[in-house]
C-alpha cells in the first residue's frame, strides 16, 4: 500500500485533536451579584441606576469565591462558599455569565491560591481594595476580560465623594460574619469531602454554640465594615 495512502487512513483513525480536547476542558466563569443595602426603595432606586453597595462572588463549577476582611495578619481573606449563599444582610440579585476558561483544574486551582495570596484579610478596604476588586482580579486571570465596571461603582463614588456614602452601607445586621470556609483552612482531600467538612463544622456550630454576637471590626482605614464583607476565619468565627 503506497505510504501517502496509510498517512491518510492513520489521520482519519486518530482520536480527537488537542483543540477537542481542549474543549473538553470548557468551562464557565459565572459572577454571582449581591445587594448589601437593607431592601426597600433605596436600595430599588440605586440597583436601577446601577450605584447599589454590591458583593460578588466568583462562582467555577460547584463553589462560589469572594473576599472579605478579617483581623488576623497573614492569612488570606478569600474563601468559598457554595454558589447563591447569600452573604449576611444581602440579597441575591443576579447572575452574569462572565466568560470561559480552558484552564485544567490543577491551573484554576494554583490561580486561585496565587490571587488569594494577593487579597490579605487585613488589606480589605471598602472602597480601594474590596470583594469587587477580587472578583474583577479573578476574573481578568481566568478569562483575560475585567469583570464589569459598575460591580464597583458605589465604591468610586464612595472614594471621590465620602460624604455621599449612604449610612445604610456600615449598618451591621444581626449576624456576625459571612458563612464559608477559608482558602487557608485545611481541607480533606477532594472537594466533596471539603463541602462535607465544612456543612459538619457549620452544624456544630449551631448546635454547640450560642448565637454569634455582633462586633466591631474595622477595614484598613478604619471603617466599620459590614458583616457580609467579613471573611470567615478557620475554625472559629470569632472576630476579636
Known amino acids: 500500500m503506497p505510504s501517502s495512502s496509510r498517512t491518510s487512513r492513520d489521520k482519519r483513525s486518530r482520536p480527537a485533536s488537542s483543540n477537542n480536547s481542549r474543549a473538553l476542558e470548557k468551562r464557565e466563569i459565572t459572577i454571582n451579584i449581591y445587594d448589601l443595602l437593607p431592601p426597600g426603595k433605596l436600595s430599588s432606586v440605586l440597583w436601577t441606576l446601577g450605584g447599589g453597595l454590591l458583593h460578588s462572588g466568583v462562582v467555577i463549577g460547584d463553589k462560589e469565591y469572594a473576599y472579605g476582611g478579617h483581623g488576623r495578619k497573614g492569612l488570606t481573606g478569600v474563601y468559598w462558599t457554595k454558589p447563591h449563599v447569600e452573604p449576611p444582610g444581602g440579597t441575591w440579585r443576579c447572575s452574569l455569565l462572565h466568560g470561559f476558561t ?89 472537594e466533596d469531602a471539603a463541602m462535607l467538612a465544612g456543612e459538619q463544622r457549620r452544624r456544630e456550630r449551631e448546635r454547640d454554640t450560642p448565637p454569634p454576637r455582633l462586633v466591631n471590626v474595622k477595614d484598613s482605614s478604619g471603617r466599620d465594615m459590614p458583616p457580609a464583607e467579613r471573611a470567615p476565619l478557620p475554625h472559629s468565627r470569632s472576630f476579636g
Open 102 to 190: 480552558f484552564r485544567s483544574d490543577t491551573e484554576i486551582a494554583a490561580l486561585i491560591k496565587e490571587v488569594s495570596e494577593e487579597f490579605q484579610g487585613t488589606s480589605y478596604n471598602l472602597l480601594t481594595n474590596n470583594c469587587n476588586h477580587f472578583t474583577n482580579t479573578l476574573c481578568e486571570r481566568l478569562t483575560n476580560k475585567p469583570a464589569p465596571a459598575w460591580l464597583n461603582r458605589a465604591a468610586a463614588i464612595g472614594l471621590a465623594l465620602p460624604c455621599v456614602v449612604p449610612k445604610e452601607w456600615c449598618s451591621p445586621p444581626d449576624f456576625e460574619t459571612a458563612e464559608g470556609e477559608l482558602l487557608d483552612e485545611d481541607e480533606p482531600d477532594g
